[in-house]
Nanobody, 131 residues
Framework: VQLQASGGGSVQPGGSLRLSCSGSGFSFDDYSIGWFRQLPGKEREGVSCIDGDGGSYFYAEPVKGRFTISRDNVKNTVYLQMNSLKPDDTAVYYC?????????????????????????WGKGTLVTVSS
């Protein structure tokens, strides 16, 4: 299993970025994907997740209404569109899977900030929001 997050960068407050998470080594459309972020000096926190066919998804309260998660199973990629970015969004963003890709397990981990519930992690991508 391999995951790779990309698309991070530096933007001004109010700006937008789109993160991508590409996966290989597993049946991509059978697996839910979660996004976590790690703010400086803090534990990883759950951001969003999506099920295998894209029909179910979740957003943590701090990003609700500003971030949108989606996936393209032909490209084996999950996206996190981040709009109206704030300085508090500055973090390293990671995508991750639970062992069997189950959505409920993924949702539980993301909603509960339970990073240790995820089995596979990609390298993170840094998002910096600053004026």
């Amino acid at each position: 299993v391999q995951l790779q997050a990309s698309g991070g960068g530096s933007v001004q407050p109010g700006g937008s970025l789109r993160l991508s998470c590409s996966g290989s080594g597993f049946s991509f459309d059978d697996y839910s994907i979660g996004w976590f972020r790690q703010l400086p000096g803090k534990e990883r926190e759950g951001v969003s997740c999506i099920d295998g066919d894209g029909g179910s998804y979740f957003y943590a309260e701090p990003v609700k209404g500003r971030f949108t998660i989606s996936r393209d199973n032909v490209k084996n990629t999950v996206y996190l569109q981040m709009n109206s970015l704030k300085p508090d969004d500055t973090a390293v963003y990671y995508c991750a899977l639970v062992q069997d890709g189950d959505y409920l397990e993924t949702l539980t981990a993301v909603a509960g900030d339970q990073a240790d519930g995820m089995a596979y992690w990609g390298k993170g991508t840094l998002v910096t929001v600053s004026s």
